[in-house]
C-alpha cells in the first residue's frame, strides 16, 4: 500500500514570507500529526487533526497552523518565516482512534529559510 | 521542557555485539512508550513499542524494557549489524491525551565491522 507522501521535498523560501506544506495520509487512516525536526530539539509537536478538527495542539507560535481536508490529506502553513523555522517537518499519520499507536511517518519536507 | 531524554547522543558498537540505547523520561504520567529508527533523507519507521504494564517486549533482535519506578527505558539490539546504523527515538505518549508523541533527541548509533 502507498505510504505517507509529503510534497514537496525540498523547499528554500525567504524571510518573511509563507509556505504551504503537503500530506498525504496512508488510505483509511483519519489522523495525522505534524512534527518539527531540529538539529539538537528532536522531533517536535505541532499538530494533530483528526475528521477535519484539531484534536491536539503543540507548543509553537500562531505563524504555524494546518488544515485536514474531507478526504484526511492535510496542510500545514507557516507565516513570515523566520531563519529558526530552517527544519525537516514530518507528517505521521494512523487510523487515529483510541489506543491506536500505529504511526507512520512520511519521508519529510526539508524547509531552508534564508 | 524535555521530558523525554536520551543522554547519550551517539553509539559506536562492533557488528555483532549488544547495542543499548537508553531513554529517561519525566512524566510519570506517561503510559506507553515507541522506538523509532531514522534514516537520512527518511521519514521515522516504527521498531518496537511497550505499554506501562509491562517491564519486556521482545521481536526479533529487539528488546525494550521499562522500568517504571526508574523512569527508564532501554532498546537492546542482538547481534548489531551494519544496516541498524542509524538515529534512533524514543517517544511517550499519556494515552488519553490525545495521539501526541512526546519524542527525545535521538542517539546515533553506528555498528563497525
Known amino acids: 500500500k502507498a505510504g505517507v507522501t509529503q510534497t514537496p521535498r525540498y523547499l528554500i523560501k525567504t524571510r518573511g514570507q509563507q509556505v504551504t506544506l503537503s500530506c498525504s495520509p496512508i488510505s483509511g487512516h483519519r489522523s495525522v500529526s505534524w512534527y518539527q525536526q531540529t538539529p539538537g530539539q528532536g522531533l517536535q509537536f505541532l499538530f494533530e487533526?483528526?475528521?477535519?478538527?484539531?484534536?491536539n495542539k503543540g507548543n509553537f507560535p500562531g505563524r504555524f497552523s494546518g488544515r485536514q481536508f474531507s478526504n484526511s490529506r492535510s496542510e500545514m502553513n507557516v507565516s513570515t518565516l523566520e531563519l529558526g523555522d530552517s527544519a525537516l517537518y514530518l507528517c505521521a499519520s494512523s487510523f487515529g482512534s483510541s489506543g491506536d499507536y500505529g504511526y507512520t511517518f512520511g519521508s519529510g519536507t526539508r524547509l531552508t529559510v534564508v | 521542557d524535555q521530558q523525554v531524554k536520551q543522554n547519550s547522543p551517539s553509539l559506536s558498537v562492533q557488528e555483532g555485539r549488544i547495542s543499548i540505547l537508553n531513554c529517561d523520561y519525566t512524566n510519570s504520567m506517561f503510559d506507553y512508550f515507541l522506538w523509532y529508527k531514522k534514516y537520512p533523507a527518511e521519514g521515522p519507521t516504527f521498531l518496537i513499542s511497550i505499554s506501562s504494564i509491562k517491564d519486556k517486549n521482545e521481536d526479533g533482535r529487539f528488546t525494550v524494557f521499562l522500568n517504571k519506578s526508574a523512569k527508564h527505558l532501554s532498546l537492546h539490539i542482538v547481534p548489531s549489524q551494519p544496516g541498524d546504523s542509524a538515529v534512533y527515538f524514543c517517544a511517550a505518549i499519556l494515552t488519553g491525551g490525545g495521539n501526541k508523541l512526546t519524542f527525545g533527541t535521538g542517539t546515533q548509533l553506528k555498528v563497525e565491522l
Open positions: 487533526y483528526f475528521s477535519e478538527t484539531q484534536r
